[in-house]
T-cell receptor, first 113, second 112 residues
Framework: NAGVTQTPKFQVLKTGQSMTLQCAQD?????MSWYRQDPGMGLRLIHY???????DQGEVPNGYNVSRSTTEDFPLRLLSAAPSQTSVYFC????????????FGQGTRLTVV | GEDVEQSLFLSVREGDSSVINCTYT??????LYWYKQEPGAGLQLLTY?????DMKQDQRLTVLLNKKDKHLSLRIADTQTGDSAIYFC????????????FGSGTRLSIRP
């Protein structure tokens, strides 16, 4: 059982470039979310989805887009990368309902130069 | 607004107990969590507690909740080198799709 898979693990972008961080889960979880982790700031929610076709903004959505065309996949798009988006990005999925545990991917370390 | 605060570092001697503290501001918090992050890895749920409980014990882990003071603590008994990690406190007003708010994490280091 693969769980939550994020690709790539590492990425370096130039300012202004765009890219998509991939996230896939094979647990048929309803709820998926993207966080960024910055030193001393914990995890901040970027976007989340409560099911296929439904997405919503978290605390820090600016500069990021998401879509949820299938239950399994929840890609995060950076439209025009900025140095402030240098961070470690985590995707998480949760079954929903009364089950509360979030399952996290291994993270993507992104550097924007 | 919602906020979760933790101290950034804790150092304990191997074999001693570790106590990691957390305070939160959202009085509607229903679920309170402790997650563990080992180097280079994602977060893993250690334990959680509902707001109608004041204590939960799971092997070496004890969670204490003081709802009046909005204070949560995680005690790790007989701390081992494998417990070295960052520990995140988090809260949520309910099960998904309620959002989870994380603290900044406490880095636990173990000295011999």
């Amino acid at each position: 059982n693969a769980g939550v898979t994020q690709t790539p693990k590492f990425q370096v972008l130039k300012t202004g470039q765009s890219m998509t961080l991939q996230c896939a889960q094979d647990m048929n979880h309803e709820y998926m979310s993207w966080y960024r982790q910055d030193p001393g700031m914990g995890l901040r929610l970027i976007h989340y989805s409560v099911g296929a076709g439904i997405t919503d903004q978290g605390e820090v959505p600016n500069g990021y887009n998401v879509s949820r065309s299938t239950t399994e996949d929840f890609p995060l798009r950076l439209l025009s990368a900025a140095p402030s988006q240098t961070s470690v990005y985590f995707c998480a999925s949760t079954p929903g309902g009364s089950v509360t545990e979030a399952f996290f991917g291994q993270g993507t370390r992104l550097t924007v130069v | 607004g919602e906020d979760v605060e933790q101290s950034l570092f804790l150092s304990v001697r191997e074999g001693d107990s570790s106590v990691i503290n957390c305070t939160y501001t959202d009085s509607s918090s229903t679920y309170l969590y402790w997650y563990k992050q080992e180097p280079g890895a994602g977060l893993q749920l250690l334990t959680y507690i509902f707001s109608n409980m004041d204590m939960k014990q799971d092997q070496r882990l004890t969670v204490l909740l003081n709802k009046k003071d909005k204070h949560l603590s995680l005690r790790i008994a007989d701390t081992q080198t494998g417990d070295s990690a960052i520990y995140f406190c988090a809260e949520s007003p309910g099960p998904p799709p309620s959002k989870i708010i994380f603290g900044s994490g406490t880095r636990l280091s173990i000295r011999p």
